[in-house]
């Protein structure tokens, strides 16, 4: 059998590599291949998030993109496949000291995008979250309009508005080699063999270093860390419509999630790209950043809980854009955590740019060089 030739081949097919095959499609480019070294999309970070539109960030490129998610995935175009369900629970970010500082100029940023964000007292925040009580905090910001979506709608809809465009999907297909000649892609080998492309994006999410070597580009250090998340059962005095908070001070969240609460320690160990395993000390480190955050918080069951990586640069900024010493060879990669929050307006802009628009300075791979 001879290679496949395709002008697009995108790696990964989670949030990064679903959302900019689908806005490559709806901008009308075809011979689009997605290839996922899994057997279904989603596998690893993409589907391992708690699934929160969080838009009061602090880095104001990546709240622009917060933002602009968020609208498309409230209004998402004609034809969209799949309706994906958003439950606008709201966001109450707690701080104090110069995290509160922080947090306001964040508040303050936001307001000047156009959100409906408000700053909270201390009394007011305490009055509106029962499970709080005993906290210390300088004060909340509120965002009544973030909210929880389904990942698995939200991805599934990517992928599916990108095959209606004439994308095709390989699963199981793992990249063994990013083929280069002369500084320009060729096309990449891969465990179901050789896809001819005039373009790679690389959006392997946590093997987006490894994938980056091996196509000789720009040296970006990459840093998957393990995060995990906590599930109870359903619990009888959970309210469905309570927010999602945040504490930024002591580091834990949680939000009402299937009749009980999704909780995280915000816990972050450096790992190689994998499939992460569980730590049992992440359940204790839970227990105690909710101890100090919240001394009258209830004795809660954990039903079951995971991990999964979320990948960083040195900087903390997202790299989107074309490489700057190989030609053909695109990078969407280093979403931090934000996948989700971002990926509508991620895989935008990588379309824009891989049609032609001038570099996002942001983004640009070439601040690494």
Not at 268 to 279: A, I, Q
Request: negative net charge; proline residues 8%.
């Amino acid at each position: 059998m001879g290679p496949e030739e395709a002008r697009y081949v995108v790696i990964g097919a989670g949030f990064a590599g679903a959302a900019t095959a689908c806005h490559l499609a709806l901008q009308g480019a075809r011979q689009i291949v997605i290839v996922e070294q899994e057997a279904v999309a989603g596998f690893h970070s993409s589907g391992r998030n708690a699934g929160f539109i969080r838009q009061v960030l602090a880095e104001p490129s990546v709240a622009d993109l917060a933002a602009q998610s968020a609208e498309f995935i409230r209004n998402p175009p004609p034809g969209w496949p799949i309706p994906v369900s958003y439950d606008a629970i709201g966001c109450m970010i707690l701080g104090r000291g110069d995290q509160w500082d922080a947090l306001q100029t964040d508040a303050e940023l936001a307001r000047r995008r156009g959100l409906d964000v408000e700053c909270w007292s201390p009394e007011k925040t305490l009055a509106a979250m029962p499970l709080i009580e005993g906290a210390v905090l300088d004060g909340a910001v509120w965002c009544a309009s973030d909210g929880v979506i389904d990942i698995n709608a939200l991805l599934a809809g990517y992928l599916k508005m990108a095959q209606s465009g004439g994308a095709t999907i390989r699963y199981g297909a793992a990249v063994e080699e990013v083929r280069v000649r002369n500084g320009r892609v060729q096309g990449i080998a891969t465990s179901q063999g050789f896809f001819e492309a005039d373009v790679v994006v690389n959006a392997a999410g946590p093997w987006a270093g490894p994938v980056g070597a091996m196509a000789g580009a720009a040296p970006i250090a990459f840093h998957p860390r393990r995060r995990h998340l906590f599930v109870t059962p359903p619990l009888d005095w959970v309210k469905p419509d309570w927010p999602f908070v945040l504490n930024v001070s002591d580091e834990v969240y949680f939000q009402p999630s299937s009749g009980g609460l999704m909780l995280c320690p915000c816990d972050e160990d450096d790992m190689p790209p994998c499939d992460p395993p569980t730590r049992p000390e992440a359940l204790e480190l839970l227990a105690e950043r909710l101890a100090a955050a919240y001394p009258d918080f209830p004795d809660i069951p954990i039903g079951r809980y995971w991990a999964g990586l979320r990948t960083f640069t040195d900087d903390n900024r997202f790299v989107i854009g074309w490489d700057p010493g190989i030609e053909g060879f695109f990078w969407v990669a280093g979403l931090g955590g934000h996948g989700v929050t971002t990926s509508a307006a991620v895989g935008s802009l990588a379309a824009r740019l891989l049609f032609g628009a001038g570099a996002d300075p942001n983004f640009s791979p070439a601040r690494f060089r």
